[in-house]
């Protein structure tokens, strides 16, 4: 059986999972809606990957079985996410 490895790649990355931001507004500026804190933020999630693997995503690599572990059979991406909110006491 002929074997070749044209169609090895590299599955080195860096992959920022999660990164959020985020702001408390003073108290001062609630008291007179009886607001006792507020929170804003805005998060993103599976957003950066680094890398020079020529695919989609390199850690979607399918491992139905152990035989075709780490091989990318064309599986969907990890999902990026943009999430917004905010977070309100009383």
């Known amino acids: 059986a002929f074997s070749s490895d ?3 790649f590299s599955g ?3 992959k920022i999972k999660q990164i959020q931001l985020g702001y408390t507004l003073p ?3 609630l008291n007179k809606a009886y607001i006792s804190s507020m929170r804003v933020f805005a998060s993103l999630e599976n957003f950066f990957t680094i890398s020079k693997y020529p ?3 390199p850690e979607a ?3 139905n079985t152990t035989k075709s572990l780490g091989i990318d059979m064309g599986t969907y991406p990890t999902a990026k996410q943009v999430i ?3 977070n309100l006491t009383f």
């Open 55 to 57: 695919g989609l995503d």
């Open 27 to 29: 108290k001062d500026l």
């Open 6 to 8: 044209l169609t090895v």
């Open 61 to 63: 690599a399918s491992a």
């Open 84 to 86: 917004f909110g905010v």
């Open 12 to 14: 080195a990355f860096f």
